[in-house]
C-alpha cells in the first residue's frame, strides 16, 4: 500500500442518501476501503443524564469533536491505527468499546458535515455532496428514528423542526461550495460510474488527485458526446 491515503469526504442532509453513494462508488475496491461516520465523532456526553442528551442538537457542528476526527484521520494518513469511537443511538452517547480501524488505499468520512472543517477539508482529495429533497429527506429520517431506533413520532418530528430543518439551512447545505461534485441522490448514474473509476485508479495507482468541479463536469459532458447512456 502507498501512503498516503486517497481520501473522499461525502456530505448531505439527513436522509440524503450518503451511504448509498458511499456503497456505490466503493463497490469495485471494497475491501480498500476504511469508512468513517463523521456519526461515531459526537462528543462524549456521559456527564448528562439521558433526558438532558435528549434535548442536545445533533445537527450543530459543536455536537462533533472535531479535534479527534483530525487527528484520527492524519494518524490514518501516516500510515498508523485508530481507535475509532462507536455510537449508541438510542442513549445519545458513545458505546465503552471502541473498533480498531486500519489504514487503506481509500477512506471515505461520511456525516452531514463532513465538508464543515476546514482542516478536515484540506485532508479530502475528494469531496462530494449528495441532494436530496426535503421531502424525501424527512420521509427517509422519520422511518429511520422510528421503525430502525425504537423514537417516538412526535418527538422525532418535532425535532426535525426546531433542529434538524434550521441546522440544515443554516450549516450544512452552504457546505455545498466546498464540493467538487454535488449528486442529486439516485439520478446521476454517470457521475457515479466516474467515481467509481476514479477510485479504482487510486487504488491501482493510476489516478490523478485534487479534480476540481469543473474537471468533473467536463468529462460527464465528454462521455455524453461520445454516447454515452443517460444519467438515470
Excluded: C
Excluded at 461516520?37 to 462528543?43: G, I, M, Q
Amino acid at each position: 500500500m502507498t501512503y498516503p491515503s486517497f481520501v473522499v469526504g461525502i456530505a448531505g442532509g439527513t436522509g440524503a442518501g450518503k451511504t448509498t453513494v458511499s456503497r456505490l462508488i466503493t463497490e469495485s475496491v471494497s475491501d480498500s476501503v476504511t469508512r468513517i461516520p463523521l456519526d461515531n465523532y459526537y462528543r462524549d456526553l456521559s456527564h448528562l443524564e439521558l433526558a438532558e442528551r435528549e434535548q442536545v442538537n445533533y445537527d450543530h457542528p459543536e455536537a462533533f469533536e472535531w479535534d479527534l476526527l483530525r487527528d484520527h484521520l492524519e494518524t490514518l494518513l501516516s500510515g498508523g491505527d485508530v481507535e475509532m469511537p462507536q455510537y449508541d443511538f438510542e442513549v445519545h452517547n458513545r458505546k465503552p468499546e471502541t473498533l480498531t480501524v486500519e489504514p487503506t488505499d481509500v477512506i471515505v468520512v461520511e456525516g452531514i458535515l463532513a465538508l464543515y472543517d476546514e482542516a478536515i477539508n484540506d485532508m479530502l482529495d475528494l469531496r462530494l455532496y449528495v441532494e436530496t429533497d426535503a421531502d424525501v429527506r424527512i420521509l427517509r429520517r422519520i422511518e429511520r428514528d422510528v421503525v430502525q431506533r425504537g423514537r417516538d413520532l412526535e418527538g422525532v418530528i418535532d425535532q426535525y423542526l426546531s433542529t434538524v430543518k434550521p441546522m440544515h439551512e443554516q450549516f450544512i447545505e452552504p457546505t455545498k461550495k466546498h464540493a467538487d461534485l454535488i449528486i442529486p441522490e439516485g439520478a446521476n448514474r454517470m457521475a457515479i460510474n466516474l467515481l467509481e473509476e476514479k477510485l479504482q485508479n487510486e487504488v491501482d495507482g493510476e489516478g490523478t488527485r485534487g479534480w476540481e468541479r469543473e474537471d468533473f463536469e467536463r468529462e460527464i459532458g465528454g462521455r455524453t458526446a461520445r454516447g454515452s447512456p443517460d444519467p438515470e
